[in-house]
């Protein structure tokens, strides 16, 4: 099981790579029309032996996703010492990031790998570094200024297929609850709108409460938004089921109902990327289910997608973007049936300390 799925893997790394190369010319994707400048000409370098400059920004590198890169950047970097791999923290702020991005083309690094705090904060940062010649890949929470490569999740996917889930569970019937992506992050976060519009095609019966945006991804925000809503709906079968856009949010949500002392009404969680935390909380039965981000092939994708680029010179401008390439990665749904495959084959085993059963 665990060759097949590398395998697999491997193949849809190469899959990826010949997408992006056959996708010079202007291709269509949502991640936003605005504008360009004229095209430059940018010379290839030697990603094996000229002193190369990569950049990752993260959300923040408080997250347990940071552990995920580290391992995945690291071991794919042991083949090219000539790369310095710079990892900086984004601290949940869009100017933060907006001030590293300008830092990364003062310094005149070779390409930029960023989860983008900001779909519209970063545009001009993001167009300045494009200008100047770097390729720069979004992944997961993009930007509207068209740009060199977007890497996700398929996320509205898998909320239209929580929703189903969750709803067939609970006999199309009943309340739901949906903490949803940060607001800053709705237009590019599509895992709220999938759960939503899954909930309104298929459950007509299902209604939906409450929807809030949780700040910073936070499990304390979460935690905190739930209990409010706890109090709102103080009597047993006022709150059905709870989607969470990412583990974290999910399980400051679990958090809350057990505090509160509802863990026997049968609120059914959701939530999504298959953190540890969210699939020991699958395993023990105290989280319903969860998406499964494999955060380990994005990040491989995200680096051998970068090589690529600057060995061959290109970027948005140089190709003549006039849309920003998408590379949508599958997602699927983890509940108590298939959770135990997935914790065998997940590379978080990989990770010391961070999921041990």
Known sequence: MKRAMKIIATILTIALAVSVISSCAPKESDAGDAPVAGGIALSGKDIRNDPLKIAYITLSTAGIGNRMHELAYEEQLSYYPNVDFQFFDGEYNPDRQRQILNECVTQKYDAVIIEAMGTEELNRAIVEAEEAGIPVITMNSGASAIHTLHIEGSDYEIGYKAAELLGEAINGTGNAI???????????????????????????????????????WSQENANTAMRDFLTKYPNPGDINIVYGASDDIAIGAIQAIEAAGRQDEGILVFGNMGYPTG??????????????????????????????FISAGINSISAGYTKTPVISMYVPPITAENIDSYIEVSHWKQVPGVFTS
């Open 178 to 216: 949906l903490l949803d992506v940060p607001a800053e992050q709705k237009a590019m976060g599509r895992m709220g709108t999938g759960f939503e519009e899954g909930l309104a095609a298929k459950f007509p019966n299902i209604k939906l409460l409450e929807k809030p945006g949780i700040a910073n």
């Open 279 to 308: 699939l020991q909380a699958v395993k023990n039965g105290s989280m319903f289910g969860t998406g499964f981000s494999d955060i380990y092939l994005e990040d491989t994708s995200s680096l051998t997608l970068a090589l690529y």
